[in-house]
């Protein structure tokens, strides 16, 4: 696979394929039980009422309301101690002026590192699922993605690219790089995140097939460790006709890696 594009700002870029002559007539999703789209570290959805502090609430499970329980600002003032001990540990002094906010500011930043684990896809996708007559390869590619890596806790960034063949069904496009944002806002592996991304557009339009590739750079090997700065680590997932079918599985790489 050819490398992103390593310099500046590269904007989304929506692409339309001629069609694929072989489209299957049944989907290929219809023999796979439930149980088999989901992978480690999905949740059913947002913070339920089995998680802890929440065992009293009673709106979790009405899907119809918009709620939004205090949780992630009542999680503040302990993440914030933890962050004291932490900079106490390391042989700094947390009363210092330099310091005297950064353990609340570090406890905030991380709530919004990890605002995904608050995110559902169904509140995401908000009706903009469509009929439409339309069954051409469509493609998003170079979607900006931020996350965080679950086995140091530093940062792994870069693009994603997502292609689909829709069956009557179409997402609005803004809605795949939603997706991105919901699973990338978590504590995550790239391969997971990379299978995560495929799943949830499954099953938000039930498509003839889905491919996503992530191409990302991972602080924890630039900055530490074998400290490789040029090094990028590129995954993917094909699902469906894009497993299956060689030719559609290399217009989509073609689509994705053209500039």
């Not at 299957?24 to 989901?38: A, I």
């Not at 960034?157 to 009557?168: A, D, E, Q, T």
């Not at 978590?186 to 995140?193: G, H, I, N």
Request: hydrophobic share 35%; charged share 25%; net charge neutral.
């Amino acid at each position: 696979m050819s490398t992103a594009h390593q310099n500046g700002t590269v904007p989304q870029e929506v692409t339309k394929a001629p069609p694929v002559s072989h489209l299957r007539t049944v989907s290929w999703s219809e023999s796979l039980d439930e149980k088999e789209l989901d992978v480690p570290g999905t949740p059913r959805g947002p913070r339920t009422s089995t998680t802890p502090g929440h065992e009293n609430c009673t709106f979790h499970h009405d899907m119809e309301l918009d709620h939004r329980p205090p949780t992630r600002e009542s999680l503040l003032p302990e993440m914030s101690r933890s962050y004291r001990l932490l900079l106490s540990s390391l042989g700094e002094n947390p009363d210092r002026q330099g310091l005297l906010k950064t353990p609340e500011r570090a406890a905030k930043a991380m709530l919004f590192f990890t605002k995904g684990y608050d995110q559902s896809l169904e509140e995401v996708l908000n009706d903009a699922v469509f009929d439409e007559d339309h069954d051409e390869m469509v493609v998003v590619k170079d979607i900006e993605m931020f996350s965080m890596c679950e086995h140091h806790l530093v940062p792994f960034y870069g693009k994603v690219s997502i292609g689909y063949l829709p069956k009557k069904k179409i997402l609005g496009l803004s809605k795949l790089a939603r997706i991105v944002e919901i699973f990338s806002r978590r504590l995550q592996v790239q391969e997971r995140l990379t299978k995560q991304i495929a799943i949830a557009v499954t099953k938000a339009v039930d498509p003839a097939g889905v491919a996503v590739v992530v191409e990302g750079v991972h602080m924890c090997m630039v900055m530490r460790g074998v400290q490789k700065i040029n090094s990028k680590t590129v995954t993917s997932t094909m699902l469906g006709v894009f497993r299956d079918d060689p030719k559609t599985r290399e217009e989509f790489l073609n689509l994705v890696h053209s500039k």
